[in-house]
Every structure is written in structure tokens, then in C-alpha cells.
């Protein structure tokens, strides 16, 4: 098959994340083929990668760019302040050499020594986030669990002050798609108001560094390896990498262990089986259910076809880890499941930089609600569970309710 052979094209509607069920969507578009054209808000202007083998080979593939700049028919028509912006200068979104001079400099701070030593003040946030309702019998584990533990995990990796509601909005407004002019202004709201904090708390490093990763960062900058954009960018981008994520994949991770009794009794078992589990709830429905964009440098042939050059490709990380050719049974969730490497925080040289940061803080929040709340249950259907906007999967509210710990 090549690119000039017809497709059926398929539709991926702009709240296609947070629908109850996506997996059936991509499944459909998985069997037609493992590579194909599909619609992005109502026209033809992408394609689509959903095979697992094939994802994995476009994440390791260099033909693939990170950088906008690589599709001028996707820039065309964007003003100058939205093709190139400070998360523009971030790992996300650049390819070697500046990713790797960049990614080199951040990776210090993501070492296995650093994110031991993150340990005890995680689960000292996680016990007194939970303290906070624990005496009530029911709370909301988004609002009271999931979203402000990422944001003070990021906040003491950085070495900023802690500002929950301040984070929170930031990045609301950089989350959500751009799909209108009023999305595009909160974004570049958000965006400006990032940049002026993160300029303040750069010029409170280079006055008093200390051994936070910003002032190390900051260190880099004075030694001439990263310009002030980005010095910003990447400051921005390890915000919402190391927030947004999480606290999706957290609210996620608790519902689907809530909604399958005998997985979740697994896991009260025997607390050891967390780490494994959080590849597997990963897998099963992690926050990045549309996929990662890439942007071909040259005409690509993979999975019987061959996108053109300048195209944007959506590397459909959820139907690759739904793909039956790599995984048994694989819309079961199975906490025992082994061999299992899944594609949920990247591949390649865009690896992401905190997974191990993640696994911590996901595993210390799954362990430590399921040794204090015992009976812990979804107070509300899942299918009345409300979604959070965005590009991301994940859930704006998870009501729960359990026996008060008046011990707390």
C-alpha cells in the first residue's frame, strides 16, 4: 500500500480523549490498518499510527520530528507568536542536537539517587493530603489527592514556592487543545503568566542557588548550554509534564482498580504487586489516549504505506497499547500481566525524562489509599464521573466514599 492508494479515513473528534470508551474507536481504526489518514476537527489533515510494532519504530525513528517547523503545511497559516513560543524551545518539541544538549542538562536531575531522596517527602504528602479528609467518610481523590500532589512533588523538584490554585489554572490553559481563538488566548494567557513566575523564581536562583533542579538549570544557562527561552521552556515543560500527567493517570488508575474488584483485591493482597500494576494500569488507559504528534522529515514508508514528507503523525499511543498483535487479551486489565512494555511514557529519545519520578508517586498514592481506606468506593457510576478538558485523559472530579479514619 502506498500513500496514493485510498484510505478509509477516520474522524478524531476534538474531545475524542475524554469520550467513556475511546478504545473501541481505535480499535476499529487499528484493524483497517496500522497506518492511515485521519480527520482533526473536520478535515483530512493527518496521519495515523495505531499498530503497536509500528508506533515503536516511529518513536526510535529520527525521520520523525518532534519540531512543528518540520510541517510548513500545518504553519502556514499560524502567526509567527504561535510557531515558535517557549514550549516551541522545549524537549517536547525539538530534535538533536539541541534535545540532546538539553535533555543532558535535565536528566542530572532525574537520577535514581535524586528521586530516592524525593521518597519521604512524597509519602509525607501523600499522608497529609489524605489526612486532610480522611475523618469525613468520602472526599474527592482529584481535588484532594491527585491534582495537588504532582503540583507540590514538581514545586519541591524546582525549588518554587508551592501555589496550588495558581498551577492548577496554568495548566488548564495549556492543556486544552487549540481549537478556537478563545482556547488559543487562554493558552497564550497561561503561557505568558508561566514565563513572567518562572523569570522571577530564575532571577532568585542566580542570586542564591541552591540544590533544587532550577538552580542547576540556571547554572547551565550561566555556563552558555541553554538560552533564556530555553531556560523557560524547559522550566514550563517539566511543570506540566510532571503535573498534568500524573494527576491524570492517577484518577484514571484509581477508578480502573475501583471498577474491577478482583484486580483491586490482587493489589490489597499483596501491595507488592503495585509497581508491576502501574505498568498494567498504564497500558490500560493511561493519560495519553490520543497520542504523541511527529512531523516526517521525508517521505516514510511503515506499515504498508508511506506518509509523505511535512505530514503530521499521530502516534496513537493507546491503541498501541491495546494492540491484540502485541498484548493477549488486551482490553482486560491484569495486574499479574508480565512481559509488558508498554508505550505510556514514550519511547526513545523523548523517553520521558520523570517516569521514574511518576512511578513513585503513583505507587506511594495506590499503596497508601489502599492500606487506610479498605472499603474505598466510587460514590457515583463511572459514566457520571465528570471528564477534564484537554488533549489528555482524565477525570475532573472521582467522589469516593469509605470509613472515616477519626484517627486522622
Known amino acids: 500500500m502506498t500513500a496514493e492508494t485510498p484510505h478509509k479515513e477516520f474522524d478524531l473528534p476534538r474531545d475524542f480523549a475524554q469520550w467513556l470508551d475511546p478504545y473501541s474507536l481505535l480499535a476499529e481504526m487499528r484493524a483497517e ?23 515503536l519504530a516511529a518513536l526510535n525513528d529520527a525521520r520523525f520530528s518532534a519540531d512543528l517547523e518540520a510541517a510548513p503545511r500545518i504553519t502556514a497559516g499560524l502567526p509567527p507568536e504561535r510557531r515558535r513560543n517557549v514550549l516551541m524551545e522545549s524537549l517536547l518539541a525539538s530534535d538533536p542536537p539541541d534535545h540532546s544538549r ?32 480522611a475523618a469525613d467518610g468520602r472526599g474527592d481523590l482529584v481535588e484532594g489527592l491527585a491534582l495537588p500532589l504532582p503540583i507540590a512533588v514538581i514545586c519541591e523538584l524546582l525549588g518554587v514556592p ?4 495558581r498551577f492548577r489554572n496554568w495548566s488548564v490553559g495549556l492543556a486544552m487543545p487549540p481549537a478556537d481563538g478563545a482556547t488559543l488566548e487562554r493558552a ?15 532571577a532568585l536562583k542566580r542570586a542564591a542557588p541552591g540544590g533544587d533542579l532550577l538552580s542547576a538549570l540556571v547554572t547551565a544557562h550561566a555556563n552558555e548550554d541553554v538560552s533564556d527561552d530555553e531556560l523557560v521552556g524547559l522550566t514550563i515543560m517539566l511543570f506540566l509534564s510532571g503535573h498534568e500527567t500524573t494527576l491524570c493517570f492517577l484518577a484514571n488508575a484509581v477508578v480502573a482498580l475501583l471498577t474491577h474488584p478482583e484486580q483491586l483485591a490482587a493489589l490489597r493482597a499483596d501491595p507488592d504487586l503495585i509497581p508491576r500494576a502501574v505498568d498494567e494500569l498504564l497500558r490500560y488507559d493511561g493519560p495519553v489516549a490520543r497520542g504523541v504528534a511527529r512531523f516526517t522529515l521525508e517521505d516514510v514508508p511503515i506499515g504498508g504505506t508511506v506518509i509523505p514528507r511535512g505530514e503530521m503523525v499521530i502516534v496513537a ?4 497499547n491495546r494492540d ?19 508505550l ?11 517516569a521514574a519520578l511518576a512511578r513513585l508517586e503513583i505507587v506511594t498514592a495506590l499503596a497508601t489509599l489502599l492500606r487506610r481506606f479498605p472499603d474505598l468506593a466510587l460514590e457515583v457510576p463511572v459514566s457520571d464521573l465528570p471528564r477534564r478538558p484537554g488533549m489528555l485523559r482524565g477525570l475532573k472530579h472521582v467522589p469516593v466514599t469509605f470509613t472515616p479514619d477519626r484517627a486522622h
Open 33 to 55: 490498518s496500522p497506518v492511515h489518514r485521519v480527520r482533526m476537527r473536520g478535515k483530512v489533515d493527518a496521519w495515523a499510527i495505531t499498530g503497536y510494532d509500528e508506533a
Open 102 to 133: 538539553m535533555r543532558g542538562i535535565v536528566a542530572k536531575a532525574f537520577t535514581a539517587r535524586r528521586v530516592a531522596e524525593l521518597a519521604p517527602r512524597v509519602q509525607e504528602t501523600v499522608d497529609d493530603l489524605l489526612d486532610a479528609f
Open 162 to 165: 508551592f501555589a496550588r490554585e
Open 188 to 202: 497564550d494567557a497561561a503561557r505568558a503568566e508561566m514565563s513572567e513566575f518562572f523569570l522571577e523564581q530564575i
Open 317 to 320: 499511543i493507546g491503541a498501541a
Open 324 to 342: 491484540p498483535a502485541r498484548y493477549p487479551d488486551p482490553d482486560v486489565l491484569d495486574v499479574f500481566r508480565e512481559n509488558n512494555p508498554q
Open 344 to 354: 505510556g511514557f514514550g519511547h526513545g529519545i523523548h523517553h520521558c525524562l520523570g
